[in-house]
């Protein structure tokens, strides 16, 4: 699974959360109608640098972690999830380990309770250990330290110019923080970064985000519903359209939405001629304003001949991940008078939705005739109009 990418992500759920309150443990809670192991998750699967991302689980939380992922669990990123062990560092190693046979290049490790982290965060710890064993994401410490003594009296106060608050991700090269995680068994250390340390390895402080809060207390929930509600306001919504056009020629199937059907023609390309693709990756493309497909992929350039459609559909979805944005609905209409296309709708349906990275119930795929007028009522090919919907952060004018 990991041979293509260089990053895993490994999301520690196993624990109570017994200070967050009643109500179950906290990673499985409810956040603006969510659970907040579903927004952590999330934003791994949806990131570009991050190749497949494992979750850590408590193993009586099973049928809760099912419950709670809902439509990701058919996310191709995500792996099956692990136990976790009796202590925190304990289910971190484990999780590594899982993934060993994998032999990823990197590893970033993340508290479920984190459920803002944002994808800029991401790239700065996968960034830094181009050139460190470890990196951590950090906030500088602004506030004044005091240290107590035992009654609660101010002992002294503690210089803040060299103090860093750590969050997560943290991330590591894998095999050295696996050897680090092992070495350190049976200690009790705070963090992965305190692991590293231990070890003798290299870790840097990147930029984190005063937004990646932790929920660790009951009336952390209300914050957080604070913080998803400003966010959304800070989102603009952007409509994108596409058409295409494709002739019949001699064959024996046709591609549309990625599922492949028997007819007596096949569509006319320098692709594989998958109209639907090609007409909804133009629409995403120009709800973002990145051109069109062909500026993208020239169909001068022959490492285009052939190429399956689902490589230029990626490459919109990538580009608005890589804006921060998210594609909130696409809409696909078919053109042609054969090859019947409603039986094959759900199908459709689902290799688009897996391929944005998104819950089938947001996309939507329909055909119609002409009414046996013009080159498609002559059944000469086929044509398709998409409408692509996009959340991008608002750009302030």
Not at 143 to 162: F, M, Q
């Amino acid at each position: 699974m990991m041979s293509a990418h260089n990053a895993i992500a490994i999301i520690v759920a196993a624990g109570r959360g017994t200070r967050a309150g009643a109500g179950g443990p906290k990673q499985y809670r409810d956040l603006a109608g969510r659970a907040v192991i579903a927004w952590t998750a999330e934003a791994f699967l949806n990131h570009p640098l991050i190749g497949a991302v494992r979750v850590i689980i408590h193993r009586d939380d099973r049928g809760e972690y099912n419950t709670a992922m809902g439509a990701l669990l058919d996310h191709p990123k995500l792996m099956e999830p692990v136990f976790g062990g009796a202590e925190r560092q304990d289910s971190v190693r484990l999780g590594i380990e899982s993934a060993e046979e994998d032999a990823p290049r990197h590893v970033l490790i993340h508290d479920a309770a984190r459920p803002f982290i944002d994808e800029k965060t991401i790239a700065r710890v996968i960034d830094a250990l181009g050139e460190n064993d470890g990196a951590l994401a950090a906030l500088p410490v602004h506030d004044t330290i005091k240290r107590a003594r035992p009654d609660n009296t101010i002992e002294a106060t503690v210089p803040r110019d060299a103090l860093w608050r750590a969050q997560t991700p943290q991330g590591f090269r894998f095999d050295k923080i696996l050897a680090a995680h092992r070495a350190a068994s049976g200690q009790q250390l705070t963090d992965d970064a305190a692991v590293a340390e231990a070890a003798g390895l290299s870790v840097a402080l990147v930029a984190g985000s005063p937004d990646n809060m932790k929920i660790t207390q009951a009336e952390d929930f209300g914050m957080a519903e604070t913080l998803l509600g400003r966010k959304a306001k800070q989102m603009e919504y952007r409509t994108g359209h596409g058409f295409d056009v494709h002739a019949f020629e001699d064959g024996n199937a046709v591609i549309i939405c990625g599922v492949e059907i028997a007819h007596d023609k096949k569509l006319k390309g320098h692709s594989d001629a998958d109209v639907g693709m090609h007409a909804l990756t133009d629409a995403i493309l120009g709800a973002i304003g990145e051109g069109d497909i062909g500026d993208h992929f020239p169909p001068s350039d022959p490492q285009w001949k052939g190429a399956p459609s689902h490589v230029f559909l990626e490459k919109a979805r990538d580009l608005v991940a890589g804006r921060n944005g998210k594609i909130t609905h696409c809409d696909v209409t078919l053109m042609c008078e054969a090859p019947k296309i409603g039986p094959h709708r759900e199908n459709m349906r689902g290799a688009l939705a897996e391929i944005l990275n998104i819950d089938a119930a947001r996309v939507s795929v329909k055909a119609t005739t002409t009414e046996q007028l013009g080159f498609t009522g002559r059944r000469e090919g086929v044509a398709a109009m998409a409408t692509a919907t996009v959340a991008l952060p608002e750009v302030k004018s």
